[in-house]
C-alpha cells in the first residue's frame, strides 16, 4: 500500500530565505508523486509531479522538486521564498496502473509562513 | 477554460440532516473524483467515476453517503444522515488525463 509522510506540520521561514519541505513515501511499485498547494478557502492546485521521467521536477511559482529512490523522498524546494508563497502544502503518491490510475494518496500537509 | 464548479461554498447542519454537494467538472472532463478534508488532514478519496460509471468507491461510507454522476457530466454527493464527525471540507476534481487532477473551491460542511 501506497502512503506519504510530511515532515513538520508547520515550516517557518524569512523572505528571500531558502524553502524545504520534507516529503517521504512508501509504496509496493514505481511510485508518481506530486506536489499541491491550498491557499486559504481554495480548492488544490498541482506545483509539480513526478512520473518516471526526469528526477529533477520543475514546478511552477519557482518550485523544484527531486525524486531520490534510495531515500524515498521528494523534497519540495525553492531558492528564495516570497510572501504569496504562504500557504499549505500536500505531498501525495498515485498508483499507477489499473482502472484507479491517478488516485492520489495525501500527506496530512504542511503549513508555509514567510516572515517579512 | 472555467474551473471546477461546487456549490454550495459553505453549509451548517444539525446532526442526523441530510445534505447535498453539487459539482461541475471541467468540460470534457471525464473522471471525476469526490474528496474529504478534514480539517489537520490531507484530502481523502472518497468515490472515484469514469463518466458515469463507478471506478473506486472503496472509502466511501455507503450507509450515510451516497453520490451519482448523471449523463457522466455533473455530480452529487450526498450525506443521509449526517454526523458530527461528517465535519470537513468536500472537494470534487476533475481530469482529462490520469496525473492531472484539477480542484474546485471545495464545500466547507459544518456539523452541529
Known amino acids: 500500500a501506497q502512503s506519504v509522510t510530511q515532515l513538520g506540520s508547520h515550516v517557518s521561514v524569512s523572505e528571500g530565505a531558502l524553502v524545504l519541505l520534507r516529503c517521504n513515501y512508501s509504496s509496493s511499485v514505481p511510485p508518481y508523486l506530486f506536489w499541491y498547494v491550498q491557499y486559504p478557502n481554495q480548492g488544490l492546485q498541482l506545483l509539480l509531479k513526478?512520473?518516471?521521467?526526469?528526477?529533477l521536477v520543475k514546478g511552477i511559482n519557482g518550485f523544484e522538486a527531486e525524486f531520490k529512490k534510495s531515500e524515498t523522498s521528494f523534497h519540495l524546494t525553492k531558492p528564495s521564498a516570497h510572501m504569496s508563497d504562504a500557504a499549505e502544502y500536500f505531498c501525495?503518491?498515485?498508483?499507477?496502473?489499473?482502472?484507479?490510475?491517478?488516485?492520489?494518496?495525501f500527506g496530512k500537509g504542511t503549513k508555509l509562513s514567510v516572515k517579512p | 477554460e472555467a474551473g471546477v464548479a461546487q456549490s454550495p461554498r459553505y453549509k451548517i447542519i444539525e446532526k442526523r440532516q441530510s445534505v447535498a454537494f453539487w459539482c461541475n467538472p471541467i468540460?470534457?472532463?471525464?473522471?471525476l473524483y469526490w474528496y474529504q478534508q478534514i480539517l489537520g488532514q490531507g484530502p481523502k478519496l472518497l468515490i472515484q467515476f469514469q463518466n458515469n460509471g463507478v471506478v473506486d468507491d472503496s472509502q466511501l461510507p455507503k450507509d450515510r453517503f451516497s453520490a451519482e454522476r448523471l449523463k457522466g457530466v455533473d455530480s452529487t454527493l450526498k450525506i443521509q444522515p449526517a454526523k458530527l464527525e461528517d465535519s470537513a471540507v468536500y472537494l470534487c476534481?476533475?481530469?482529462?488525463?490520469?496525473?492531472?487532477?484539477?480542484f474546485g473551491p471545495g464545500t466547507r460542511l459544518t456539523v452541529t
Open positions: 501525495a503518491v498515485s498508483v499507477g496502473y489499473g482502472g484507479s490510475q491517478g488516485n492520489l494518496i
Open positions: 476534481a476533475s481530469s482529462l488525463f490520469a496525473f492531472e487532477q484539477y
Open positions: 513526478y512520473t518516471s521521467a526526469a528526477t
Open positions: 468540460s470534457g472532463h471525464a473522471t
